[in-house]
C-alpha cells in the first residue's frame, strides 16, 4: 500500500532563517506531487505541483521553492523565512498519467515564523 | 486558471438534519470534483468524488450532485451525526481547492 511522510511535523524558525521541509511517498511510482499551504482557518491554497522529476510547477509567487530530486521525494525550500509563511503545510501525491484521482495527503508541517 | 468558490463558509444543523454545500468552478472542462474532510488539526480525507460522466453519486449518508451546465456542484450529507463536524472542501479538476465549509453538527 501506498503511504506519504512529511516532516517535521511542527517547526518553529525565526524571520529570515532558511526552511526546508521534506516529503516521500512509498508503494507508487511516478506520483504527481503538490504542495499546499493552509493557514488558519483558511482553505488549501496550491503552491506547487510535480509530474516527474526535476519538473516543478509554480501557482503562486513566493519566496518559497521546490525541487523534486527523486520520482518519490519533494522538498519545499526558502531561503528567508517571512511572518507570512507561517501556517499548515501539506504534502499530497496522487497517481500520475493523465486522469484526474483522489489527492492522497500528508500529515503536515505545523509551520510557526516568529 | 480554473477558480473554485464554496459556499457557505459555516454551516450549523441539528443532530438528524441534513446539511448542503455547494460549489461554483469557472472552467468548462474540469471534469473531476472531489470533497475532502477535515478534521481539526488533521489531514484532508477524501470522502466522495464525481467525474462529470454523472449527475449524481451517493455513498449512504453522503451524495454528491453536478450540474456541468450551470457549473455548480454539491455536497449533500443526510441525517448528520456529531463525527460529522469538520471542515469540507471541494475542489475541481485535482488540485484546485474551495475555501471550505466549517460544519457544526450540534448534538
Known amino acids: 500500500s501506498q503511504t506519504i511522510h512529511q516532516w517535521p511535523a511542527t517547526l518553529v524558525q525565526p524571520v529570515g532563517s532558511p526552511l526546508s521541509l521534506e516529503c516521500t511517498v512509498e508503494?507508487?511510482?511516478?506520483?504527481?506531487l503538490y504542495w499546499y499551504r493552509q493557514a488558519a482557518g483558511r482553505g488549501l491554497q496550491l503552491l506547487f505541483y510535480?509530474?516527474?522529476?526535476?519538473?516543478i510547477s509554480s501557482e503562486v509567487p513566493q519566496n518559497l521553492s521546490a525541487s523534486r530530486p527523486q520520482d518519490r521525494q519533494f522538498i519545499l525550500s526558502s531561503k528567508k523565512l517571512l511572518l507570512s509563511d507561517s501556517g499548515f503545510y501539506l504534502c499530497?501525491?496522487?497517481?500520475?498519467?493523465?486522469?484526474?484521482?483522489?489527492?492522497?495527503f500528508g500529515p503536515g508541517t505545523r509551520l510557526t515564523v516568529l | 486558471g480554473e477558480n473554485v468558490e464554496q459556499h457557505p463558509s459555516t454551516l450549523s444543523v441539528q443532530e438528524g438534519d441534513s446539511a448542503v454545500i455547494k460549489c461554483t468552478y469557472s472552467?468548462?472542462?474540469?471534469?473531476?470534483f472531489p470533497w475532502y474532510k477535515q478534521e481539526l488539526g488533521k489531514r484532508p480525507q477524501l470522502i466522495i468524488d464525481?467525474?462529470?460522466?454523472?449527475g449524481e453519486k451517493k455513498d449512504q449518508r453522503i451524495a454528491v450532485t453536478l450540474n456541468k451546465t450551470a457549473k455548480h456542484f454539491s455536497l449533500h450529507i443526510t441525517e448528520t451525526q456529531p463525527e460529522d463536524s469538520a471542515v469540507y472542501f471541494c475542489?475541481?479538476?485535482?488540485?484546485?481547492f474551495g475555501t471550505g465549509t466549517r460544519l457544526k453538527v450540534l448534538a
Open positions: 499530497a501525491w496522487c497517481l500520475g498519467g493523465g486522469s484526474y484521482n483522489e489527492q492522497f
Open positions: 472552467d468548462s472542462a474540469s471534469n473531476y
Open positions: 464525481i467525474r462529470s460522466n454523472v
Open positions: 475542489a475541481a479538476t485535482v488540485d484546485i
Open positions: 510535480s509530474v516527474g522529476i526535476g519538473q
Open positions: 508503494g507508487t511510482s511516478n506520483p504527481n
